[in-house]
């Protein structure tokens, strides 16, 4: 055997083997591919159902905002309404029951000042003497009324 014949065998195996190299790597492709084809499908296959209960929720979600987005209006509504009428029967009974209140109070004093000043007849005033100078009476009680 000549040195070109060795070399010719040398590059044949040389080849067999990366060939062989080759072909373990593109049946481990064609395995990795086949397995994310097969992924891929499982992901779409799921995700269309998802897809649309996601939409229904969505939409779903829009009408129940806009059923409180209704409320919310007619709330504001029914307080707007509520404060001026809380205004109105404020303006319209709040002076003239003030003014009721104070002539009551007012006839109300005037008359204790009137029983005050008419003597009891049943308890005549006492005074106590102390010799230099003059105690007062004890004070009446407040009566209740």
């Not at 065998?9 to 994310?36: D, G, K, P, Y």
């Not at 097969?38 to 969505?58: F, G, I, N």
């Not at 003059?134 to 009680?141: D, E, I, N």
């Amino acid at each position: 055997m000549t040195g070109g014949e060795v070399a010719g065998i040398l590059v044949a195996v040389f080849w067999a083997i990366l060939v062989s190299f080759l072909a373990v790597v593109l049946v481990r492709l064609a395995q990795t591919l086949r397995a994310t084809t097969k992924l891929v499908a499982d992901v779409t296959e799921q995700a269309v159902p998802l897809l649309a209960d996601a939409s229904a929720t969505v939409r779903s979600a829009q009408t129940q905002l806009d059923r409180v987005d209704a409320i919310a209006t007619d709330v504001q509504e029914v307080t707007s309404n509520a404060s001026a009428l809380s205004t109105t029967v404020a303006s319209t009974f709040g002076g003239p029951l003030v003014k009721v209140a104070a002539f009551g109070y007012g006839v109300r004093r005037a008359m204790s000042r009137k029983s005050e000043d008419a003597p009891a007849p049943s308890a005549p005033s006492r005074r106590t003497v102390v010799v230099g100078r003059t105690v007062p009476a004890p004070r009446r009680k407040k009566r209740k009324g």
